[in-house]
């Protein structure tokens, strides 16, 4: 198995970044990443003017696969998630929905303990360890890994976790793939602008699938097929969201627009990813039963 | 235990509306409901210029609730839903999503049969019976029962169903709430503008919270607690149940703004009521577990 260090990272997402490995299609990577803020904040007591801001979101990586080309799919299966001991949150001015209420910026250090996070003495968060930064090199200039977008990148969404199958365009040879931002749980809009933030341990399986191309991000689990769409707005991202399902599955399923769209509106769900990062990330999701009952194949499926 | 007629309805929610029927606060009330359509819509054939579209979306009301005053919370409990024995949805130009890419209006009955919707001879739905419009007179001018608002309206929201609890602000004495626009089932946004839109009885029982006073409506159900914010855009609509949310738990959670919000990050979730409507819906959800843990008492909970 091919291992790749937490010390190989990105700031920004980047067709001229230099690999930091070279990985046939179908193999599996366990790749080490750092938190957020590449473990710099140790206590309660870090100053936000303390900390090197430089120096967030550090995705390890790029991984470059080889055979992925232009137009090509690259399939990104999520097989394990190891996260670390303690997790970190923050908030502050301008940062997530209420930061123009707030007067200090604010850390809380979130042991794990027993498979909970521990927030106070009250009460323990059940985990959803997720990737909060994944993403290829974009089609164009770089992109800071703080930022999601067509590439994928910090799109911060719960479903991106264990047992996930992820499918990214591929816009450059090798596709450059990088990952990081973990946390051990996050909700839906990820309001206060940090999940509980977490280094950790990532086995991942790539593989490329020619002959198809997509221009957003999608995501399979055992639930059905979510597209992930980043936009400046919600609105436009949702409702890019639902186009591109739509699209995809009506060159597949034998129903007209309208029936197609009536059954979306009756079974697909217009669902929400992080609403604090520059862009924000909308999902739409249909439930496999419905992409079943049509026969519709996903990304690479024979 | 008093019935409202489907007969007694009104196409604008308004404080100069009559009452149709006099309750008291803890009344159980069995109100019957047409379709969206005020059931024109009789088969696949209709046509678009047949409707009376000045004829859609009645709620069936007002119902005067004695004691509600302004500056109360109005309490109503979905005791049961039943559902008519077939559907119907619509989608055309200018509707919905995907509205740009329609040509021609559309029109699917869909019949119930044993308890699943029957889309096609590929696909049945499960049934997720649910209130499209509920709510109350606003505070100033009427509203179109086709509009959501502050004052509740055409929320089109999958969690107003059987065993949840709605609560409304009180703009003027009586509360005047009327209902009606149910779905035999919907996924969130609503996509295509209709859900499988169908005639019921809807049983509820109504109740006057003295003393405390919200201004948007919050849904309570065992999953937890869930602020219903509608708003030009999903991002306003979005932010602002957040927001709500959080002060609501401030007065009682005994931790700081900041430690709050970092709680709702970790485990509220941001999720969509619908995109298509003149104001969208956005809903914050917290879960019941957090609730308990900090001791927050729900509205009239003492």
């Known amino acids: 198995m091919k291992h790749l260090a937490r010390e190989n990272f990105v700031y920004t997402m980047d067709q001229s970044n230099n690999p930091a490995i070279r990985v046939k299609s179908g193999d599996q990577i366990v790749v080490d990443t750092y938190d957020c803020f590449e473990n710099q904040i140790t206590s309660e007591k870090t100053n936000f003017d303390s900390i090197d801001w430089n120096r967030v979101n550090p995705a390890t990586g790029p991984i470059f696969v080889e055979d992925a080309e232009k137009g090509d799919i690259l399939k990104v299966r999520i097989d394990d998630i190891e996260i670390g001991e303690r997790g970190v949150m923050v908030t502050g001015p301008g940062l997530g929905v209420m930061g123009h209420r707030m007067e200090n910026f604010n850390v809380k250090m979130i042991p794990v ?5 521990v927030f106070d003495k009250k009460l323990s968060i059940p985990l959803n360890p997720m990737i909060g930064v994944i993403g290829v090199a974009p089609e164009n200039e770089g992109i800071s890994c703080g930022t999601p977008g067509a590439h994928g990148g910090n799109m911060d969404t719960k479903e991106v ?9 591929v816009f450059h040879e090798g596709a450059l793939l990088s990952l990081g931002d973990l946390h051990a749980a996050m909700g839906d809009g990820e309001v206060s602008v940090s999940g509980i933030e977490i280094p950790a341990t990532v086995k991942i399986t790539v593989e490329v699938v020619k002959g198809q191309s997509i221009s957003y991000p999608f995501l399979e689990n055992e639930a059905g097929l979510t597209a992930l769409v980043s936009k400046e707005t919600l609105d436009e991202a949702a409702d890019t969201a639902v186009e591109l399902m739509i699209d995809f599955i009506h060159e597949q399923a034998g129903l007209t627009l309208s029936e197609l769209t009536m059954l979306m509106s009756a079974t697909g769900q217009v669902q929400v990813g992080q609403i604090v990062d520059p862009l924000k990330t909308a999902k739409f999701h249909v439930p496999r039963y419905v992409l079943e009952a049509y026969g519709v194949k996903v990304f690479g499926e024979s």
Do not use: E, I, S, V
């Open 113 to 117: 303990q027993d498979g909970k996070a």
């Open 161 to 169: 976790t264990t047992g996930a199958t992820l499918y990214f365009p």
